[in-house]
């Protein structure tokens, strides 16, 4: 591989990857695995271990960053994330029982209109209102969502952060800032466990590649969750829906050129 070509797409792909992290708890994969497989002609699967393994410390600082500003709900997080990891399992067994339908481009379509949700109905539920659910309604909540999420992952192999995102907002009525925060918690542990199996399964990645996406999404991801914490309401809720809005169209036009 040409070490030029493979710099300028490892920095656009952890700076779009990043962003989406740090913004919107966004899976790496979503954008790293497309620039990856289109630019490098990357093995599809490698390329999602890649992918993956960037999610890691990408979210973990995202999380540490949101949780600093106490824009995270450690609590709720774990027990959606072991809701999550379980039933994503018992989705992709399931999906492996039916004929293969065409749902590659679910998390992409979604990722967009998500982010035009947020620049024409942003989320501004305060963190009061957030605070007022009843405990055990709110654990009941997070169990009940993983599983939903942890299902449709699962079955359809894409799609994990925006579906956090939109369930922790709209379903669970969690504060934007709380709900990036937790997503990307969650994010670091699932991301972890994919990457890992990935490797294991397919052997490991392009050392080159693999270390400059990792540090290219850390960057991006880290420059993006301390913007979010700072800014207003309306202007997170804004930046988020142009970040997702330009991501979900990239990752289409990439996913053309494969």
């Known amino acids: 591989m040409n070490i030029v070509n493979v710099l300028i797409v490892t920095f656009f792909a952890g700076m779009g990857a990043g962003l989406g992290t740090g913004f919107a708890g966004m899976s790496a ?14 093995d599809p699967y490698m390329a999602v271990g890649i992918a993956l393994s960037s999610d890691v410390l990408a979210s973990a600082i995202s999380a540490y960053t949101y949780g600093k500003n106490k824009n995270l ?5 774990l027990l959606m994330m072991v809701s999550v990891l379980l039933f994503t399992v018992v989705g992709s067994y399931v999906a492996s029982l039916l004929p293969s339908t065409t749902m590659g481009n679910f998390s992409v379509f979604m ?20 605070n007022n659910v009843d405990s055990k309604k709110r654990a009941k909540q997070s169990i009940l969502c993983g599983m939903m999420i ?20 709209t379903v669970m009525g969690y504060e934007l800032k709380t709900a990036v925060g937790t997503s990307v918690f969650i994010m670091t542990f699932t991301a972890l466990t994919g990457a890992v199996s990935h490797f294991m399964i397919g052997g490991m990645p392009d050392i080159t590649v ?13 420059i993006a969750a301390l913007f979010a914490n700072k800014a207003t309401p309306e202007t997170l809720n804004r930046a988020t829906g142009v970040v997702l809005v330009v991501l979900g169209m990239s990752i289409f036009i990439f996913s053309l050129l494969k």
């Open 29 to 42: 994969a979503a954008v790293i695995s497309p620039m990856l497989i289109a630019f490098l002609n990357m």
């Open 150 to 169: 942890g299902f449709i992952c699962g079955f359809i192999g894409a799609g994990g952060g925006m579906m956090m995102l939109l369930i922790l907002t």
């Open 73 to 77: 709900d450690i609590k709720n997080g």
């Open 210 to 222: 693999w270390i400059l996406c990792i540090i290219f999404t850390l960057i991006w991801a880290r």
């Open 111 to 130: 990722t967009f209109l998500l982010g035009i949700k947020f620049i024409v109905k942003p989320v501004m539920t305060t963190k009061e209102t957030m």
